[in-house]
């Protein structure tokens, strides 16, 4: 079963689109494809490549186990994408409220096995905290951010709530599709 994504005209505009000259971390220039009128634009290829291997390492965990994820993303704009994608794919969200140990408790309470944060950023806190307990993160990573502490960075302009939730739906579709056929195979 291949994996498809629909990278139209819209999705791969607004996902190249990155921050001013002086905003962008250096480590970020790999992932870019130069400046146009001093705004940085995202290598869009790369951003497919990133989201690919992204949902084949959550295919792989989930089909191999049952593993749980954890949507995370404290930035008020956006955060009904990641209530709906944590709703529809049956995996817990947190979308206020952090506070130090937060994800140490949630990982004694719960077994978590990935995280994804929608919006790397914002949520610098949660991801040492994630590194701390050896858990895999998930992120979306635009060019002002430093990608090293993010597992399977998916570079693309993480500005834009609309591509925030398109992304955020392909992740949820995987997660419940691997959970889907792990269910079809214990059947056998």
Known sequence: MGIRINFEKDFLYYASLGHKRQSVDPKAYLNMIGYRKNISVIDT???????????????SLFIKNKASSLFINLNEKSKSTTKLCGLRSLEPFLIKNWTSGTL???????KVDVIFVLGSK???????EAIKVKLPIVGLVDNDTNSGMISFPIWTN??????CYKISLSISDKIIESKLLNYGFSCL
């Open 158 to 163: 993480d500005d834009s709530t609309e591509l």
């Open 104 to 110: 140490t408790n949630i990982i004694l309470d719960n």
């Open 122 to 128: 914002s949520s610098r806190f949660v991801i040492q």
């Open 45 to 59: 290829e790369r951003t497919k490549e990133s989201l690919l291997l992204t949902i084949q390492f959550l295919r």
